[in-house]
Structures are given as C-alpha cells and as structure tokens.
Nanobody
Framework: QVQLVESGGGLVQAGDSLRLSCAASGRTFSISGMGWFRQGPGKERDFVAGISGSGGNTKYADSVKGRFTISRDNAKNTVYLQMNSLKPEDTAVYYC????????????????????WGQGTQVTVSS
C-alpha cells in the first residue's frame, strides 16, 4: 500500500503564491505517474496537473497553465505543486494522487487513472 500526505495549503490573498507538497510512503517503488486534483464545494473533483513516472512529461488544466508548476523529487518520494498568481476561483481542497502502474511518459488526467489518494489540503484565496 501507498500513503500520500499533502501539506502546504492555507488562506492567502489573490495574487499570492503557495507550494503544496505530497509525500508518499509505504510501497513507493510501485508509484509511477502522480497528479493533483481539486474539488470546490458542491463540485466534482477536477484535474489540475500531472507528471509522468519518468518525470519528463507534464500536463495542466487550461485554467492553471502558466500559473502552476508540478514537479517531483523521486529521491524524497515527493511531488510538488507551485501555485503562483492565485485567484479566488482556485479555492478548493487539493488532492494528491498516484498511479501504481508504470506508464513511462503517459500523464493521467482523469480520477480513474490513479490508484492512491491523499486526504486533501484546503486552499482558500480571498479577493
């Protein structure tokens, strides 16, 4: 099994930055691609950013392109989400996810692609 723990969320003002971290533990050798999703009140869980197992490929939701950056440090079993120029519409619970299958350069953008999920961290952006 794999456990994912997110951290770094908080309350910020519009235009500020935050960096989310997701630390993986357990059978981490089984982790391949990783991703970030978010879920606002009364909304579905939406894809934000993903990174392939190889680390060479990334994908972003159109709403965060140019503002968010996903990265991973395999030595630390950690994936990051750097969020700049935050907007009130970025307010949500952010979830980290991991895929247990090695898929090389493929980046998953759907919730069904991922096998492991963190408990989420709240990000609130005030106007």
């Amino acid at each position: 099994q794999v456990q994912l723990v997110e951290s770094g969320g908080g309350l910020v003002q519009a235009g500020d930055s935050l960096r989310l971290s997701c630390a993986a533990s357990g059978r981490t050798f089984s982790i391949s691609g990783m991703g970030w999703f978010r879920q606002g009140p009364g909304k579905e869980r939406d894809f934000v950013a993903g990174i392939s197992g190889s680390g060479g490929n990334t994908k972003y939701a159109d709403s965060v392109k140019g503002r968010f950056t996903i990265s991973r440090d395999n030595a630390k079993n950690t994936v990051y989400l750097q969020m700049n120029s935050l907007k009130p519409e970025d307010t949500a619970v952010y979830y980290c996810a991991a895929d247990r299958l090695w898929r090389g350069t493929v980046v998953g953008t759907s919730t069904g692609f991922y096998d492991y999920w963190g408990q989420g961290t709240q990000v609130t952006v005030s106007s």
